[in-house]
């Protein structure tokens, strides 16, 4: 089962279906963009999934949060601080709200901290928030799994949740790298074509990114020949992921990650 499939079941024992599904998505989403170098992506993703977390909390101690425009995330960190002691885990009602609360803030205001002619401002934002966020969905799954899962188990999980923040993918200068143990040619035209999304690549592009690979020419044109179906191609050999291919691509990636 992938890691996201995994992480989703095993929150939605203890947690609201909708909202786990929207979190682990989100989370998904943000380490993404972060791999691919999208940082304000990543930072409007890990917003979105710290809301999810936010809207899990407060339906597990049956304080439904307002929806649609109506939610609001202050209401709910006061609401989960509030919570009586012993009514529930230390966790729900502090660890994982205050965690939220750096993230939600690092999120509603990004870049706005800092002086854009020192740093780049969203790769740190970016940076904090899937190791924050990260961290929030750790604390979630060894809150609802405990016991349930032996230790080693839990750890397990744990540490290849946070090792998703270091990408395996690398961009030096424009030459891509996919740091997979196993990988065929084809893993790394995929795995190309999905970084670069929604641009396109010319097949010379894609063949010389095998080829740094370790991959000869003709294996690249033999990968490129078994994407037919998954790329379109504008007839002038550029070509462009389709949404199985993105699909097929995400597998990969996760698997890898």
């Not at 499939?5 to 989403?29: P, S």
Request: proline fraction near 4%.
């Amino acid at each position: 089962m992938p890691v996201r499939e995994e992480l989703a079941a095993l929150l939605r024992g203890t947690f609201a279906a909708k909202h786990v599904n929207a979190a682990v998505d989100h989370f998904q989403n943000a380490v993404d963009g972060y791999q691919k170098g999208e940082w304000e992506t990543s930072i409007v993703k890990a917003g979105k999934f710290v809301e999810a977390a936010l809207k899990a909390l407060s339906d597990h101690v049956k304080q439904p949060a307002s929806r649609g425009r109506g939610f609001k995330a202050d209401p709910i960190f006061r609401a989960l601080e509030q919570t009586p002691q012993g009514s529930y885990d230390d966790s729900i009602r502090l660890t994982i709200p205050r965690a939220c609360r750096f993230a939600y803030d690092i999120a509603s205001n990004r870049g706005g901290r800092h002086d854009p002619d020192e740093i780049d401002p969203n790769e740190m934002d970016a940076t904090a928030l899937v190791a924050a966020c990260s961290g929030v969905l750790a604390e979630m799954l060894r809150y609802s799994q405990k016991g349930a899962l032996g230790p080693d188990r839990v750890r397990e999980l744990v540490a290849g949740l946070v090792a998703r923040r270091y990408p395996i993918i690398e961009n030096v200068e424009g030459r891509l790298y996919f740091h997979a143990s196993k990988k065929s040619a084809r893993d790394v035209a995929l795995v190309g074509l999905w970084y670069a999304h929604p641009k396109r690549l010319t097949r010379e592009e894609i063949i010389a990114a095998m080829m740094r690979h370790g991959f000869t020419k003709n294996n690249g044109h033999v990968a490129l020949h078994r994407l037919r179906g998954w790329v379109d191609d504008d007839g002038k050999g550029n070509l462009r992921l389709l949404a199985p291919g993105l699909k097929e691509a995400e597998k990969l990636i996760a698997a890898t990650g």
